[in-house]
C-alpha cells in the first residue's frame, strides 16, 4: 500500500509525523474494526492508516498538518564560507602566535636577557654554589689536595645577608674541615664565626713552623674562638673611624632607598637591555627540566654595562655618600672577569627554565695550568638560584665584639711566639723553623696594620711613625720595626715603596735569608734589597 500524499511531503519535509496528532480519529469500538479483513472480504473504509494517519475517507486537506507545516529553507553558502575562514583565520592566528613563542620569545638571546633582567630586579635570591677541583700541589706528607668548596647565601633587598661556607681539603692524605658564617643585619652590623680551625693550625705551626704541636694552652685559646659569632658594629666602626662609618651608613640608606623603588629597578634592567654583555649561543642543551645556553662574556658590551649603571639613582646616590670614591671602579670590577687567563680557558652555562624564563643555574668550567705545574686542572662552579621571598632572617646573637676579638688574637699571638721560644731543645733545624714561625706570625701582624692605615688614608704609611696616626694601626711595643733590612729574626723591616706599594720584610731563620710580604704593588718572595724588585 502506498503512503498518502500528505505522508510524501511529510518525509520529504524531513519531519516525523509520528508527532502529529490529526484532528480527527478513527474511533475503534472492537479490536476487530482495527483489522483490514472482515472474513474473507477487504473493506477500504477500514484500512489502517499509514503512520497512524487517517484513513483516505476521513483525510481532509484543509485540516491536515501537511498544510501548515513551513519547509526549510535551502542552506546559504555565505555561512559555510565565513565558517571556513574564520577557522583558517584561528590556524593562522595559532601558527602565526606557535612562531612568535619559537622565533620570538623562545630566541636564545631573548630567553637570556629577560631571565638577567628578572634576576636584577628579584626581591630575593637564595643561592647555593658548589666549587670542585682535582686541584694538587706536592707530594708526599705534605701533598694538598683541593676538594670542594660550599657557599650558601641568602639575600634579599632590607638589605640583610646570610653566608655559609665550607672549605674541604686534604693535607698529607687528612681531610680538613673548615667552617664560616656571616650575616649583614639590614642596619649595617656585621657578625661573623668560624669552626674547625684548631686542626689546620697545628697541622700548619708542626710542620711548616716549630716542628712540634701547638701547646694545650694555644689549642685551648684558638678553640675559645671557634664558633662564637663576634659582632662589628656601626658603632664600633664610627668609633674606630668616623668618616668611613658615615660613608658607610649613607651608602645601607641609599641601598635602602632605591632597591624598594620601581624606578630603580627599571634602571638596572634598561642599564642591561641597552649593553647586554653576555653573548648566547644558538645552540642549547638540557637537563634536569631547565635550558642550558652556553654564553661569552663581552668586555666591551660589559665597561658600557658599568658606564651606564654609573647613571642609575642607585649609583649616583652612593657616589654621593663618598665623593673621592674611584668612578671607574664600577666598569673595571666587570671587566675583569670577561677575559680568560693566559693558562687557561673559561666556559659559561646559564641554565634557565624556558616557560618562565627564570634563572635558576649557573655553570663555570676553568681549565688551566698554574704556574711551575706539570699537569693541567679543572675546577667546576656550580651556583643554584631561588627567588623565595619569603625565607626569614634571623640575626645571630653576638658572642663577644670586635675589640674583645682583637685582644684575643693579640694574645693568641704573644702565647705562640712564647711556644716558638719554648721549643724542646732538638736538632737546630726544629729551632730554626721556631724562629721563623715567631717572624712570621709578627710580620703578619705589621701587615694586617698597614693595611688598617690603608683602608683609611688611601695609602700605607709612609714612615714607621705613621703607623701610630690611627688607632688601628699603631704597633705594639713587642714588635721591633726597623727601616733598614734586619739584622736578626728577632727585627722586621717596614719600607714604603711609592704610592700604592709598600713591603714589609723578615729574616728566615732556616735559610739567613730576607723574605718580603708585599703590600699592594710591594715586592714579595725573597729580596736583597729594600723596594728592590
Given at each position: 500500500?502506498?503512503?498518502?500524499?500528505?505522508?510524501?511531503?511529510?518525509?520529504?519535509?524531513?519531519?516525523?509525523?509520528?508527532?502529529?496528532?490529526?484532528?480527527?480519529?478513527?474511533?475503534?469500538?472492537?479490536?476487530?474494526?482495527?483489522?483490514?479483513?472482515?472474513?474473507?472480504?477487504?473493506?477500504?473504509?477500514?484500512?489502517?492508516?499509514?503512520?497512524?494517519?487517517?484513513?483516505?475517507?476521513?483525510?481532509?486537506?484543509?485540516?491536515?498538518?501537511?498544510?501548515?507545516?513551513?519547509?526549510?529553507?535551502?542552506?546559504?553558502?555565505?555561512?559555510?564560507?565565513?565558517?571556513?575562514?574564520?577557522?583558517?583565520?584561528?590556524?593562522?592566528?595559532?601558527?602565526?602566535?606557535?612562531?612568535?613563542?619559537?622565533?620570538?620569545?623562545?630566541?636564545?638571546?631573548?630567553?637570556?636577557?629577560?631571565?638577567?633582567?628578572?634576576?636584577?630586579?628579584?626581591?630575593?635570591?637564595?643561592?647555593?654554589?658548589?666549587?670542585?677541583?682535582?686541584?694538587?700541589?706536592?707530594?708526599?706528607?705534605?701533598?694538598?689536595?683541593?676538594?670542594?668548596?660550599?657557599?650558601?647565601?641568602?639575600?634579599?633587598?632590607?638589605?640583610?645577608?646570610?653566608?655559609?661556607?665550607?672549605?674541604?681539603?686534604?693535607?698529607?692524605?687528612?681531610?680538613?674541615?673548615?667552617?664560616?658564617?656571616?650575616?649583614?643585619?639590614?642596619?649595617?652590623?656585621?657578625?661573623?664565626?668560624?669552626?674547625?680551625?684548631?686542626?689546620?693550625?697545628?697541622?700548619?705551626?708542626?710542620?711548616?713552623?716549630?716542628?712540634?704541636?701547638?701547646?694545650?694552652?694555644?689549642?685551648?685559646?684558638?678553640?675559645?674562638?671557634?664558633?662564637?659569632?663576634?659582632?662589628?658594629?656601626?658603632?664600633?666602626?664610627?668609633?674606630?673611624?668616623?668618616?668611613?662609618?658615615?660613608?658607610?651608613?649613607?651608602?645601607?640608606?641609599?641601598?635602602?632607598?632605591?632597591?624598594?623603588?620601581?624606578?630603580?629597578?627599571?634602571?638596572?634592567?634598561?642599564?642591561?637591555?641597552?649593553?647586554?654583555?653576555?653573548?648566547?649561543?644558538?645552540?642549547?642543551?638540557?637537563?634536569?627540566?631547565?635550558?642550558?645556553?652556553?654564553?661569552?662574556?663581552?668586555?666591551?658590551?660589559?665597561?658600557?654595562?658599568?658606564?651606564?649603571?654609573?647613571?642609575?639613582?642607585?649609583?649616583?646616590?652612593?657616589?654621593?655618600?663618598?665623593?673621592?670614591?674611584?668612578?671607574?671602579?664600577?666598569?673595571?670590577?666587570?671587566?675583569?672577569?670577561?677575559?680568560?687567563?693566559?693558562?687557561?680557558?673559561?666556559?659559561?652555562?646559564?641554565?634557565?627554565?624556558?616557560?618562565?624564563?627564570?634563572?635558576?643555574?649557573?655553570?663555570?668550567?676553568?681549565?688551566?695550568?698554574?704556574?711551575?705545574?706539570?699537569?693541567?686542572f679543572t675546577t667546576k662552579v656550580l651556583t643554584e638560584l631561588a627567588y623565595d621571598s619569603s625565607v626569614s632572617f634571623t640575626t645571630p646573637k653576638a658572642d663577644m665584639t670586635a675589640k674583645e676579638l682583637q685582644e684575643k688574637l693579640t694574645k693568641l699571638s704573644e702565647q705562640l711566639s712564647a711556644d716558638a721560644e719554648n721549643v724542646p731543645s732538638g736538632t737546630d733545624s726544629i729551632r730554626n723553623r721556631a724562629k721563623k714561625t715567631g717572624s712570621i706570625?709578627?710580620?703578619?701582624?705589621?701587615?694586617?696594620?698597614?693595611?688598617?692605615?690603608?683602608?683609611?688614608?688611601?695609602?700605607?704609611?709612609?714612615?714607621?711613625?705613621?703607623?701610630?696616626?690611627?688607632?688601628?694601626?699603631?704597633?705594639?711595643?713587642?714588635?721591633?720595626?726597623?727601616?733598614?733590612?734586619?739584622?736578626?729574626?728577632?727585627?722586621?723591616?717596614?719600607?714604603?715603596?711609592?704610592?700604592?706599594?709598600?713591603?714589609?720584610?723578615?729574616?728566615?731563620?732556616?735559610?739567613?735569608?730576607?723574605?718580603?710580604?708585599?703590600?699592594?704593588?710591594?715586592?714579595?718572595?725573597?729580596?736583597?734589597?729594600?723596594?728592590?724588585?
Open positions: 500500500m502506498k503512503p498518502n500524499q500528505n505522508d510524501q511531503i511529510s518525509n520529504q519535509a524531513g519531519v516525523s509525523t509520528q508527532s502529529v496528532q490529526p484532528r480527527q480519529t478513527v474511533q475503534v469500538g472492537t479490536t476487530a474494526a482495527n483489522q483490514p479483513y472482515q472474513g474473507n472480504s477487504y473493506n477500504p473504509t477500514m484500512a489502517p492508516s499509514y503512520r497512524n494517519e487517517p484513513s483516505a475517507a476521513e483525510f481532509d486537506p484543509t485540516t491536515s498538518p501537511a498544510s501548515t507545516l513551513q519547509l526549510p529553507r535551502k542552506k546559504s553558502k555565505k555561512k559555510l564560507i565565513i565558517l571556513l575562514v574564520s577557522l583558517g583565520a584561528l590556524l593562522l592566528l595559532a601558527g602565526g602566535a606557535a612562531y612568535a613563542y619559537m622565533a620570538v620569545y623562545q630566541k636564545p638571546e631573548n630567553v637570556v636577557l629577560d631571565a638577567m633582567s628578572k634576576a636584577l630586579s628579584a626581591q630575593a635570591i637564595q643561592s647555593k654554589t658548589v666549587v670542585t677541583s682535582d686541584f694538587t700541589l706536592g707530594n708526599g706528607e705534605n701533598a694538598f689536595s683541593f676538594s670542594k668548596l660550599t657557599l650558601d647565601m641568602n639575600t634579599n633587598y632590607n638589605p640583610n645577608v646570610q653566608t655559609n661556607a665550607v672549605l674541604t681539603f686534604s693535607i698529607g692524605g687528612k681531610t680538613y674541615n673548615v667552617a664560616a658564617d656571616g650575616f649583614v643585619a639590614d642596619n649595617g652590623d656585621v657578625y661573623f664565626r668560624v669552626n674547625s680551625v684548631t686542626d689546620i693550625l697545628n697541622y700548619y705551626y708542626s710542620r711548616i713552623g716549630t716542628g712540634v704541636e701547638l701547646s694545650d694552652k694555644t689549642r685551648q685559646m684558638i678553640k675559645g674562638l671557634e664558633n662564637k659569632w663576634i659582632k662589628y658594629s656601626v658603632a664600633d666602626m664610627k668609633e674606630q673611624n668616623p668618616d668611613s662609618a658615615k660613608a658607610y651608613s649613607c651608602v645601607i640608606d641609599a641601598y635602602k632607598k632605591n632597591t624598594n623603588n620601581n624606578e630603580t629597578n627599571t634602571q638596572l634592567q634598561k642599564a642591561y637591555k641597552d649593553h647586554p654583555f653576555i653573548d648566547v649561543s644558538d645552540k642549547t642543551k638540557s637537563r634536569d627540566g631547565l635550558t642550558g645556553y652556553d654564553v661569552t662574556l663581552n668586555k666591551d658590551k660589559a665597561k658600557q654595562f658599568g658606564e651606564a649603571v654609573k647613571q642609575t639613582q642607585l649609583y649616583k646616590d652612593a657616589k654621593a655618600c663618598d665623593p673621592d670614591a674611584d668612578p671607574d671602579s664600577v666598569s673595571e670590577n666587570i671587566a675583569p672577569v670577561t677575559e680568560d687567563g693566559d693558562t687557561g680557558k673559561t666556559s659559561y652555562t646559564v641554565w634557565v627554565d624556558s616557560w618562565s624564563h627564570t634563572l635558576r643555574q649557573v655553570e663555570v668550567v676553568n681549565t688551566s695550568k698554574p704556574s711551575g705545574a706539570d699537569k693541567e706570625v709578627r710580620a703578619n701582624l705589621v701587615t694586617k696594620k698597614a693595611e688598617a692605615y690603608y683602608a683609611i688614608n688611601g695609602d700605607y704609611p709612609k714612615t714607621i711613625a705613621d703607623f701610630a696616626k690611627e688607632a688601628e694601626s699603631e704597633l705594639n711595643d713587642e714588635v721591633i720595626v726597623v727601616n733598614t733590612l734586619p739584622s736578626d729574626t728577632g727585627s722586621l723591616a717596614y719600607k714604603y715603596c711609592g704610592s700604592g706599594s709598600a713591603q714589609v720584610v723578615y729574616k728566615d731563620s732556616t735559610t739567613n735569608k730576607y723574605v718580603s710580604q708585599g703590600l699592594g704593588r710591594g715586592p714579595n718572595g725573597e729580596v736583597t734589597a729594600l723596594c728592590a724588585k
